[in-house]
Each structure stands twice: as structure tokens, then as C-alpha cells.
Nanobody
Framework: QVQLVESGGGLVQAGGSLRLSCAASGRTFESYHMGWFRQAPGKEREFVAVISWGGGSTYYADSVKGRFTISRDNAKNTVYLQMNSLKPEDTAVYYC????????????????WGQGTQVTVSS
């Protein structure tokens, strides 16, 4: 098992940038593929990005491709989501996630979740 704690959310102007962090504990961090999801008001939770346990492979939702970057620092047991060129439609609660399996592309179904951090983008 693993515990995940997100941080870095907040209010930002459209076109701005924000970096989210996710600190993991409770299990060997390197054993998990790590990802980010988000949930906007009134909508279902959607996939954002995933990174392999070694950091060599990543995949992004079309809605964020070219603007967001997922990365990890295994020495710090931390995953990041760098968000650039933010749009009001990016407003959502962002959740960090972990799982031992990744089927490729967006076929990622996490077993562990963080509590979420709010990101609000104003126009």
C-alpha cells in the first residue's frame, strides 16, 4: 500500500503556470506507476497523465498534451505535474494516483489515491 499527499494547488490567471507535487509513503515508491487525474464540478473524474515507475514512459490526455508535463523524482518519492498555459477549463480538483500496473496509453486504473488539491484558473 501507499499513501499519497498532493500539494501546490491554488488560484492562477489564465495563461499562467502551476506545479503540483505528490509525496508518497508507506511502500516502495519505485514499485508504482504514478498518475494524475482531475474532476471538474459536475463532471466525472478524468485521466490527465501517467508516468512509468522508472520515469521512461509517459502518456497525456489530449486535452493537456503539450501544456502539462508529468515527472518523478524517485529519490524524493515525489511525482510532479507541471501545468503551463492554463485555461479556465483546467479548473478542477487534481488527484495523485498510484498503481502497480499500466496497460499503456490511458489504460491506467489506480488502486491508490490522494485527497486532491484544488486548481482554479480565472479568465
Amino acid at each position: 500500500q501507499v499513501q499519497l499527499v498532493e500539494s501546490g494547488g491554488g488560484l492562477v490567471q489564465a495563461g499562467g503556470s502551476l506545479r503540483l507535487s505528490c509525496a508518497a509513503s508507506g511502500r516502495t515508491f519505485e514499485s508504482y506507476h504514478m498518475g494524475w487525474f482531475r474532476q471538474a464540478p459536475g463532471k466525472e473524474r478524468e485521466f490527465v497523465a501517467v508516468i512509468s515507475w522508472g520515469g521512461g514512459s509517459t502518456y497525456y490526455a489530449d486535452s493537456v498534451k503539450g501544456r502539462f508535463t508529468i515527472s518523478r523524482d524517485n529519490a524524493k518519492n515525489t511525482v510532479y505535474l507541471q501545468m503551463n498555459s492554463l485555461k479556465p477549463e483546467d479548473t478542477a480538483v487534481y488527484y495523485c494516483a498510484a498503481d502497480g500496473s499500466w496497460g499503456g496509453s490511458s489504460n491506467y486504473y489506480p488502486s491508490y489515491w490522494g485527497q486532491g488539491t484544488q486548481v482554479t484558473v480565472s479568465s
